[in-house]
């Protein structure tokens, strides 16, 4: 498949796609971002940065969407979505101060177990 119609194929998906596939696709490339950091401790701190900036940028969003007050989710599930938010922030900018690879497996497994939850999988 050519670039240009994989791109196609992949709007198409996404615009098909229900609300919690397309928040299990965001955690599992924030996660595979995240494992190719740990795979090729070579890369160029830009990519990991960029790893840990998409992470970071993925669970503001879910910070956010759990702190509103128009979220339609129970408040306890809220309230478990902003401590997982919080830890993963926290754990995040560590990494980014101090970036230790075996400290990035904490993110890719909380991230693939969501995802796998919203997916059914769990």
Do not use: C
Request: no cysteine; net charge positive; proline share 4%.
């Amino acid at each position: 498949m050519s670039n240009q119609g994989a791109r196609a194929y992949a709007r198409v998906a996404q615009a098909s796609a229900s609300p919690r596939e397309i928040e299990a696709q965001a955690l599992l490339m924030a996660a595979n971002k995240l494992q190719e950091v740990v795979n090729n401790a070579g890369l160029p701190a830009e990519r990991r940065n960029h790893a840990l900036m998409f992470n970071r940028k993925l669970w503001s969003v879910f910070l956010g969407e759990a702190l509103s007050e128009q979220s339609l989710q129970p408040l306890d599930i809220r309230q478990k979505i902003v401590n997982i938010s919080l830890f993963v922030l926290t754990h995040t900018m560590a990494l980014q101060v101090s970036p230790q690879i075996a400290h990035f497996k904490p993110l890719i497994d909380i991230n693939r177990n969501i995802a796998a939850g919203l997916n059914g999988r769990a």
